[in-house]
């Protein structure tokens, strides 16, 4: 299923939102919350094409057609 993930990117200095999945090819997605007590998130992000982790992240899913 595809999903918008969103959060505050601290190297772009705003909100930003990604298209991703949780599975691609041998890659799988995985969320913890690290020492400081952030939610994260790593996901493939389907228009970069590659992993991507997400701090703080609100996630809204998509039916694919």
């Known amino acids: ?3 918008y993930i969103t959060w505050y990117v601290k190297s772009r200095n705003k909100l930003d ?3 991703g999945v949780d599975e ?5 997605s995985k969320k913890w919350t690290d020492k400081k007590g952030n939610s994260c998130y790593n996901f493939w992000d389907t228009n970069a094409n590659h992993p991507r982790t997400a701090v703080n992240y609100t996630i809204r899913e998509v039916q694919n057609v």
């Open 17 to 19: 939102v990604f298209i």
């Open 1 to 3: 299923m595809t999903k």
């Open 24 to 28: 691609h090819e041998d890659f799988q």
